[in-house]
């Protein structure tokens, strides 16, 4: 790190939990941010502003008037332009040192994988089940740690599913695909604007610690948020042991590769 490095992080490194050696961490580490959006604004913003080292936004939507209620890393002057510019543009003001690579597309398997694979932790930030799942899928093979976020009207919900730990559940886990689950999105349901920063600041939290390596993470916990009562509840998640797509795949990678344990973090 130069003079300037630490000035800007300073205040971490004074951290003990952190320090020198944990901002090195952050700084050499690439996050994957899946959606521009409410969750992704203020979870990007963080992770550009503590110094994670690059940062990958993937988006497919243009900024519309509708999203500057709440998704704070667009402008007024940016609506009709692709979110993932308007995102690179806010992220290099607050930090021209990290690295923003911007994918304008709403992803698929293939994509996914090749993005997952060459980022060291994932946030899911995404607004729909089909892109939640897909993203889990991609993140159990490469065993990435994944950060899931969702906010809808005043009800939010966090969790990490650290899937280097092979014990961890996935996210199938908690919510099968083939299950008639409702689709909310906030196009039709409407959001409580400051939800979505809150739900968003504890993913860049929980990336941090385990980009850098300290505390303890939601691993095989899920917060949930009732901000109408700004009340929170913790439900604990366990593993699915017949769950399609963590138990076949953790199965397949143990047979593949006996000492393969862990990805690299
Ligand atoms: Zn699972």
Redesign the pocket.
């Known amino acids: 790190m130069n003079d300037e490095q630490l000035l800007r992080y300073s205040r971490h490194i004074l951290l003990p939990e952190i320090g020198v050696e944990g901002q090195q961490k952050l700084l050499s580490a690439s996050a994957l941010v899946i959606g521009a959006g409410g969750l992704g604004s203020p979870a990007a913003l963080y992770l550009a502003a503590a110094g994670v080292g690059s940062l990958t936004l993937v988006d497919g939507d243009n900024v519309d008037l509708t999203n500057l209620q709440r998704q704070i890393l667009h402008a007024t002057e940016s609506v009709g332009r692709p979110k993932t510019e308007s995102g690179r543009a806010a992220l290099s003001r607050i930090n021209p040192e990290v690295k923003v690579v911007p994918v304008q597309q709403r992803v698929g398997d293939e994509s996914l994988e090749r993005l997952v694979a060459s980022s060291s932790i994932v946030l899911d930030c995404s607004d729909n089940f089909a892109t939640r799942h897909a993203v889990?899928r991609a993140c159990?093979r490469h065993r990435r740690p994944l950060v899931s976020g969702a906010a809808v009207r005043f009800d939010g919900q966090v969790s990490v599913?650290d899937l280097r730990d092979e014990r961890s559940?996935?996210?199938?886990?908690?919510f099968p695909e083939n299950a008639e689950l409702e689709e909310m999105r906030c196009a039709v349901m409407g959001v409580f604007a400051p939800l979505t920063g809150i739900i968003g600041t504890v993913q860049a939290a929980e990336a941090l610690k385990l980009l850098a390596g300290f505390g303890e993470t939601l691993n095989g916990r899920l917060m949930l948020l009732d901000a109408l009562a700004m009340q929170w509840r913790m439900v604990k998640l366990a593993?699915?042991p017949s769950?399609?797509?963590?138990?076949t795949l953790a199965q397949e990678a143990a047979t593949a590769f006996p000492t393969a344990r862990t990805a690299p973090a």
Do not use: E, I, S
Request: charged share 10%; proline share 12%.
């Open positions: 889990n159990v599913f559940p996935c996210y199938h886990c908690l593993k699915d769950c399609p797509v963590c138990a």
